[in-house]
């Protein structure tokens, strides 16, 4: 989904303000998006640095991969893929600062544990794409076999987002016409 409000604020309110309760529908959303069948051994949420995990009391992403896990039956890694270096925050930095800020900040713990496996990351927010680059090629280099990304939102350009959004039923019922 495109990263702008209100899906944006709530995925604020979720990360930064503590809504945890928010996690069900954020989850649910994944869940809408992913295809029925998909070809994954296991989830794996993007790890953040202790010292982050110590200040926010909750990994956001550990929550969504925990509850897509539930419902399609597939199990969630949540200590194998680790967060090395203690970086800044990605929304802080503008775009040239962040696609070197997570250089080396990622690590697996046990490679035996992931070889040869199918893994889906999943997070809050793919933004530069930085984050999940930098967590694929680490696993890749540790033997996995396939890394996908799974995100809720997406950050776009503002051209690209529509001002008003119309459900898809509207096209199949003549009022709206693909131009």
């Not at 962040?98 to 070889?115: C, G, S, T, Y």
């Not at 694929?136 to 987002?161: C, E, N, P």
Request: charged content about 20%; some cysteine; glycine content about 6%.
């Amino acid at each position: 989904y495109a990263y702008c409000s209100p899906l944006q604020d709530a995925i604020a309110l979720f990360k930064y303000r503590g809504k945890v309760s928010l996690a069900d529908a954020l989850s649910a959303l994944l869940l809408q998006a992913l295809p029925d069948r998909v070809d994954v051994d296991v989830l794996m949420p993007i790890p953040l640095h202790p010292n982050r995990l110590r200040h926010q009391e909750f990994n956001q992403s550990l929550l969504l991969a925990d509850r897509i896990g539930s419902a399609r039956g597939l199990p969630v890694s949540y200590r194998n893929l680790i967060r090395t270096v203690d970086t800044e925050p990605q929304i802080s930095l503008p775009r040239a600062a962040r696609l070197q800020n997570l250089r080396k900040a990622f690590a697996v713990r046990n490679p035996k544990d992931i070889a040869g496996a199918r893994i889906l990351l999943v997070d809050d927010v793919f933004t530069t794409g930085t984050t999940a680059s930098e967590c694929a090629g680490v696993l890749l280099k540790a033997g996995a076999k396939q890394v996908a990304v799974l995100a809720v939102a997406r950050s776009v350009d503002a051209g690209m987002v529509p001002d008003t959004w119309l459900p898809p039923s509207a096209l199949n019922q003549g009022h709206v016409q693909r131009v």
